[in-house]
DNA sequence: CGCGCAATATGCAAGTTGCATGTAGCTGCC
DNA sequence: GGCAGCTACATGCAACTTGCATATTGCGCG
């Protein structure tokens, strides 16, 4: 059915982009460096939502342009040229941060699941439950 | 009003968009109905990263777009009415299967962090090249 | 030698977001 | 009454991001 060019939102699974795709490379580069077409399939295997690999590269550039992560190219294998990719120091801080602030996000989505009386002390909102 | 019209993306914190903010606006919901400037609140208040106002109503109404919350228009009390919003089956499903796959990621995050050779060692963990 | 694969890159349309601003209704104050 | 100020929601615009198809380059190989 090619019905449009461009992006589509209707039938395909969920997609893996933004924060959680770049944030997803580093912790890939912390293991050990790579190219894009590695950390492509990479991601293929790890259980995580699918993502494009066009997306994955221009991921890649924008890392390395915040300074996240380096990059050269490998040229001492056969075949095309790769452009191997390190973490930096910077990229390194960056991914603990990141992690940090995942934590709290899962409290509130598990907390939300788990009933929301856990005795996470932390209310103060107004939601007396009134529920039938 | 002259000089920076549109995004800046120079000085600003990350902020919460995307798949994390219409989860945590589920996650919200679960626990209790509610309307946009309530949930834009509880947001400031959670500890996760700012995000701007017009952009959760937005989410929201792409939420309802996708059946994932139902909306009406409370004016039971005073002041402007509001768009009360409550997670429907769909919404709830979605918010289990999104905690699933988010488990997976951070799985991955923190496995790197760990230094992945964490005892927990199965056979052909991450570091398998299979490279043809 | 042409073909396909590995690896990277790009053009385009559609979608998303930050910020400023606009609308509508209510409250407080004089 | 008049009017500023608040709450609650909505929108216009420019910049940014993404999915998909496609292009490009180098190599192995039958």
């Known amino acids: 059915m090619a019905e449009s060019t461009g992006r589509k939102r209707t039938t395909s699974e969920p997609r893996l982009h933004g924060e959680m795709l770049a944030t997803s490379l580093l912790a890939f580069l912390k293991g050990c460096n ?11 295997d790890s259980g995580l939502p699918q993502s494009d690999s066009g997306t994955v590269y221009r991921a890649l550039r924008q890392l390395e342009n915040s300074g996240f992560v380096s ?5 001492s294998d056969q075949g095309p040229a790769r452009r191997m990719y390190s973490l930096t120091a910077a990229g390194e801080l960056f991914l603990r941060t ?17 009933g929301f009386d856990v005795p996470a002390a932390t209310e103060g909102d107004s939601t007396e439950e009134e529920v039938t």
């Open 34 to 44: 790579a190219y894009g077409y590695q950390l492509s399939q990479q991601l293929s």
């Open 71 to 75: 990059s050269f190219w490998d040229t």
């Open 98 to 114: 990141w992690i940090d602030a995942l934590n709290r996000y899962q409290e509130v989505l598990t907390g939300a699941l788990a």
